[in-house]
């Protein structure tokens, strides 16, 4: 006997919503835990540095290369990585990156040279480049509807935000209690589980692209990656050398030459990894610009403050890291509210309210010395340069990547992570090398102060180069004008939806 037509709907339509809803959360969940990895070890380092530093003999550069090898490896191949995900599907980059991280991690922390220990950094985050633009394109390919997809993303900016932030927590416990090899540890068993659950949840690509490796754009990739290997490390060499030096020179004209070759690579080449053509987008080339100076200001921010805690306060790495637990609870604040907010101001005055209050923040910041105390000179102004921080890095997301077809979506993916690397590594060369000029300028005048000197000398050091950061979002905030204020793709289904409530009480 048949069952009544309007029956039948209701039978077989209820529980389709709910298993592909859970099917969608497990993605979007997997996605932000890869992501919250990636981006954990950016900043989980940092606050074990010095213990680095003191136990495998390295010296102050070296420790610095520790946080550098990482976001050089990340932001060099990233495009590649996106480019990839794009023709070779995402299951098997987003397994394959993730392999690869957990596997580099382990050899991190069984170093026992500072040359082995940067050699695994940068394995983690050559694995990192191919692992994050996956993880994006997971989440846009996934949440289709305009208004899930701004929400989805709205999670995996938070998850992004405070990775970094949460880094010096978690560094800061697991060095004071069991070792600054465990800051490396910890990834182990997290990329092992997500790989356990991944393989089964992530539904498998077609074999499209059987030929896809022939198809990259190699000659680009490592054009790319050669540019910003050299211009990092003239700008870090400035630490020791005049720009006249061949140290610094050599490098920085290697950069200009190789960048304007991977431009005249992607001109001519048949499959570019950048078409040059997706670059005149104004929502794409804004977003990614303002999403440089965010790094470059947000991964300094966590190594200047780490080191300033301790090295010139003297606080334990716990203790540290605690410090800057408001910082990432500002951020989520600051994330979850661009998510409400977006839909009703819109992209271009949220990014320009995020960067000046992230402006002040600094400025405040730059205000630390030899007697600074946490609580007075460090917490407020922390909070609200995190806050804006949470404020802005949603709507340079979406806008960076909204409109962008389903053959792209890896490639914007890879160009707004590589965008905030190429910021980090950068932001990080410039401001670190700025602190130790300035220390080592102040040196000299403060001899006669004896111990009170050097710790004068790093916070004036350490005050400089965050003035610096504040000089990076100013600058950000300007650059919010290029953010088109009319809503467009997601924005305006999301504006609507806001409107929704008031239009039907009228």
Known sequence: MSMPPSAQPQAIARPAPTAATSSKTAILTLACVAQFMVILDVSIV???LPAMRHGLGLSAAGQQWIVTAYTLGFAGLLLLGGRVA???GVRPVFLVGLAGFTVASLAGGLATSGAALIAARVGQGVSAAFLAPATLTLITTTFTEPAARTRAVGVWSTVTTTGGAAGAVLGGVLTQYLGWRWVLFVNVPAGAAVLAVAGG????????TADALRRLDLPGAVAVFAALTALVYGV???????????RVALPLAAAVLLLAGFVAIESTVAQPLVPLAMLRRRTLAGGNLIMIFIGGALFPMWFLLSLYLQQVLHLRADRTGLCLLPGALSIIVGARLSVRLLATLGPRRL??????????????????GAD??????????????????GLAITPTTVTATQGIDRAHSGLASGLVNTSRQVGGALGLAVLATLAAHTTTAHLP?????????????????YARALLGAAVVTATAALASLLIPDRPTGP?????RAAMRPRQSGR
């Open 236 to 246: 870090v060499n400035t630490e020791a050398h005049g720009l006249a030096d061949p």
């Open 351 to 368: 990014l320009a309210t995020g960067m000046a209050l992230s402006t002040a923040g600094f400025v405040w910041l730059s205000r630390v």
């Open 201 to 208: 949840r992530i539904p498998a690509t077609d074999g499209r």
């Open 491 to 495: 924005l305006r289904a999301a504006r």
């Open 86 to 88: 794009d023709l070779v």
């Open 46 to 48: 940092n606050v074990a």
């Open 445 to 461: 005048a403060a001899a006669h102060v004896q111990a009170y000197s050097k710790a004068a000398a790093l916070a004036d050091g």
């Open 372 to 389: 600074g105390d946490y609580l007075t000179d460090v917490l407020a102004p922390l909070l609200l340069t995190a806050l804006g921080m």
